[in-house]
């Protein structure tokens, strides 16, 4: 009887991480996400990190941070796969992406430095989209802790400092 239960809760926790991504019903456009193939003048500045429950602070080190313009397609997948958050745990990820090709040629993407900074410079005016991974523990673990965090900004091309935008997933 115990092993059935140990066989049953290892079969729960490996389903759980099996999330199925809501197909879209927008398709990509091209011409409304070519704003961020513009050269622009502003600046996007940032901190991407977790706290931990017990307060300890873990950067996105190293982690992909990108860039990726505001459209209806890029709204509906934000709204899909973060619901009315902005963190979604990493045993939530969904398994399958299946996004149009096109969606990742029109994102920029750069790297967090250790201390979970980033910047993003000749930004077009536009409202746009910043996502990265926060994740700790062993790689090679069953599960990992942390998970995926965004928010959203709007460059008018006006500004004349850099916009600072914080991706902790409060």
């Given at each position: 009887?115990?092993?059935g239960?140990?066989a049953?809760?290892?079969?729960?926790?490996i389903?759980?991480?099996?999330v199925e991504?809501k197909p879209?019903t927008?398709?990509f456009?091209?011409?409304?996400?070519?704003?961020?193939?513009?050269?622009g003048?502003?600046?996007?500045?940032?901190h991407?990190?977790?706290?931990?429950?017990?307060?300890?602070?873990?950067?996105?080190?190293g982690?992909?941070?990108?860039?990726?313009?505001?459209?209806?397609?890029?709204?509906?997948?934000?709204?899909n796969f973060?619901?009315?958050?902005?963190?979604?745990?990493?045993?939530?990820?969904?398994?399958?992406d299946?996004?149009?090709?096109a969606?990742?040629?029109y994102?920029?993407?750069?790297?967090?430095?250790?201390n979970g900074?980033?910047?993003?410079?000749?930004?077009?005016p536009g409202?746009?989209?910043?996502?990265?991974?926060?994740?700790?523990?062993?790689e090679?673990a069953?599960?990992r802790?942390?998970?995926?965090?965004?928010?959203?900004?709007?460059?008018?091309?006006?500004?004349?400092?850099?916009?600072?935008?914080?991706?902790?997933?409060?």
């Amino acid at each position: 009887m115990r092993i059935g239960i140990t066989a049953a809760l290892l079969l729960s926790a490996i389903t759980a991480g099996c999330v199925e991504r809501k197909p879209a019903t927008v398709a990509f456009s091209t011409e409304e996400a070519a704003f961020i193939r513009k050269a622009g003048t502003g600046v996007i500045t940032g901190h991407a990190f977790r706290t931990k429950p017990s307060g300890v602070v873990v950067n996105a080190a190293g982690q992909v941070v990108r860039l990726i313009p505001a459209t209806a397609f890029a709204r509906e997948r934000f709204a899909n796969f973060y619901g009315k958050a902005k963190y979604v745990p990493h045993s939530a990820y969904p398994r399958d992406d299946g996004a149009d090709p096109a969606y990742s040629e029109y994102t920029r993407t750069t790297k967090a430095e250790a201390n979970g900074r980033f910047a993003f410079d000749k930004v077009a005016p536009g409202t746009y989209f910043l996502t990265t991974q926060v994740i700790w523990g062993e790689e090679t673990a069953f599960t990992r802790e942390g998970g995926s965090v965004y928010d959203s900004v709007t460059l008018t091309g006006k500004e004349t400092e850099p916009v600072q935008v914080i991706l902790s997933g409060n």
